[in-house]
C-alpha cells in the first residue's frame, strides 16, 4: 500500500484488501463465490456488501462462518474486501503499474493438479510486490474416496476420512509444499505455521463444500491482524487514496471508473486527479454509483448514488473527461491540499508505473 501522502493524524482501521489468483480453473472464482454464499447463508440481511469490484465481509460475518475457529474479541480490523475479479492479469497490472492494490493474496492451487504455469507466473508477481499470501490447496473434496460434509473446518474434515484418503490428500499437499520451497518459499501446513511471516501456510479446502473455508477466513483475518494493523490505520476524514480497476462506459454517466478506495473519503463534487498520459486527468465528481439491491435493479437503473464512499471500499467514479484514465492509476481526491501538489503526487506515482512496466 503506497504511503499516506496527507499529513492527518490516523482514526480509524481499514478493511484489508484481499486478492485471488492463480492458474484457470483452480477455483478462484467459486472460492469468492463460495464464500460470498456463506456470508450471505450465515449473516444478517445486509451484512455483507456487494461493492463495485469488490465484496465487503464484515468481522461478524467472518466469525459466524468460522464458529470456534474466530472470537471476534480478539480483533479489531472491522473484516476483509475481497476483490471480486480474480486472476493475476488485473492484480499484475495493478500492481505493476504501482497501485499497490492488495494488502494480501489467496493463492489457489488444486491439489490434483499442483504448480501450473500461471500459479508460477502469479507466484512470481507476488514475490516482486512482497504481497504476503497463504495457499488455499482447493478440491480436496476431489480425492478419491472423500466424505463431504459442508463447511467443516478443514483438520476436522481431513480427519474424519479414511487413511487412505488421508494419506492421498497428503502426498497431494506435500507435492504443493515440495514445489514452493522449490521456488524458495518455506510452506507447511497452515496449523503448523508459528511465525506467518516466516512461512507461508497452506489451507487444503473445497470450494465446492466447503470445507476449509472457515479456517482460509480465520488465517487471512489473523494473519492481517497481526502484521497488518499498522498499515491499515487510515485517517477516514482525510482526502481519498484509490486505484483504478476498470475503466468503463456506464448509461447515463458516459466513461466512468470503477476504483478502489483505500484511504480518506471521497463525496459528490470532489475534485481528483486521476492517472493518465501525457498528463493525469482533472476532473469533478459527478456522481459515486454503488450496485443497487438485487431485488431493486430495474433495466435501465443498476445503480444507486451515494453521497460519500469511506476507506476501504469499491466505488464507481463517474466524472467528466475520464476517456484517458487508466485501470492500474492511481487516484486522489485533492480536499484542501494545493492542486499542484497533489499533481506531482499522482505523477510520481504514474513514473514508478513506467519504471516497473520496463522491468518486465
Ligand atoms: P477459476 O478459473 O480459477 O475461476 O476456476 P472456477 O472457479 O471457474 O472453477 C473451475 C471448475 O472447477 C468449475 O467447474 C468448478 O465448479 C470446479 N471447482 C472449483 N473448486 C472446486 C472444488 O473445490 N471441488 C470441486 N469438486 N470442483 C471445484
Request: aromatic share 4%.
Amino acid at each position: 500500500m503506497s504511503e499516506h501522502d496527507h499529513q492527518a493524524e490516523p482514526d480509524s482501521l481499514r478493511t484489508p484488501i484481499v486478492a485471488v489468483l492463480g492458474h484457470v480453473d483452480h477455483g478462484k472464482t467459486s472460492l469468492l463465490d463460495k464464500i460470498r454464499g456463506s456470508a450471505v447463508h450465515e449473516g444478517e440481511a445486509g451484512a455483507i456488501t456487494q461493492h463495485i469490484g469488490s465484496t465487503a465481509v464484515p468481522l461478524e460475518v467472518i466469525s459466524d462462518i468460522a464458529g470456534e475457529l474466530v472470537n471476534p474479541d480478539d480483533f479489531d480490523l472491522p473484516g476483509l474486501l475481497f476483490i471480486d475479479t480474480p486472476g493475476h492479469h488485473s492484480f499484475s497490472t495493478l500492481r505493476s503499474r504501482g497501485g499497490a492494490l492488495a494488502d494480501i493474496a489467496i493463492l489457489v492451487v488444486d491439489v490434483n493438479d499442483g504448480f501450473q504455469p500461471q500459479t508460477h507466473e502469479a507466484m512470481d508477481i507476488l514475490a516482486r510486490t512482497s504481497t504476503p499470501f497463504i495457499v488455499a490447496a482447493n478440491k480436496i473434496d476431489t480425492v478419491p474416496g472423500w466424505n463431504p460434509e459442508q463447511n467443516r473446518p478443514s483438520k476436522v474434515a481431513i480427519e474424519s476420512q479414511s487413511e487412505r484418503v488421508q494419506s492421498d490428500l497428503n502426498d497431494s499437499l506435500y507435492e504443493i509444499i515440495g514445489q514452493l520451497s522449490s521456488k524458495d518459499i518455506s510452506a507447511d501446513m497452515y496449523w503448523r505455521v508459528q511465525d506467518f511471516q516466516k512461512n507461508v501456510g497452506v489451507v487444503p479446502l473445497s470450494a465446492e463444500t466447503g470445507e476449509g473455508v472457515p479456517d482460509l477466513l480465520t488465517v487471512l483475518m489473523g494473519l492481517s491482524q497481526r502484521y497488518m494493523k499498522d498499515e491499515m490505520e487510515i485517517d477516514t476524514a482525510g482526502p481519498a487514496a484509490g486505484t483504478v480497476l476498470e475503466v468503463k462506459d456506464t448509461q447515463g454517466f458516459g466513461t466512468t471508473i470503477d476504483t478502489v478506495i483505500y484511504d480518506g473519503t471521497i463525496r459528490e463534487d470532489d475534485t481528483i486527479v486521476v492517472g493518465s498520459k501525457p498528463e493525469p486527468i482533472v476532473t469533478d465528481v459527478r456522481a459515486l454509483l454503488q450496485p443497487k439491491p438485487l431485488a431493486e435493479i430495474r433495466a435501465d437503473e443498476e445503480f444507486e448514488q451515494v453521497p460519500e464512499v469511506v476507506a476501504a471500499e469499491g466505488v464507481k467514479v463517474a466524472a467528466p473527461d475520464l476517456d484517458d484514465a487508466m485501470a492500474g492509476a492511481p487516484v486522489r481526491v485533492v480536499g484542501d491540499r494545493e492542486l499542484d501538489d497533489v499533481l506531482d503526487i499522482v505523477r510520481k506515482e504514474l513514473a514508478d508505473i513506467e519504471v516497473s512496466t520496463e522491468e518486465e
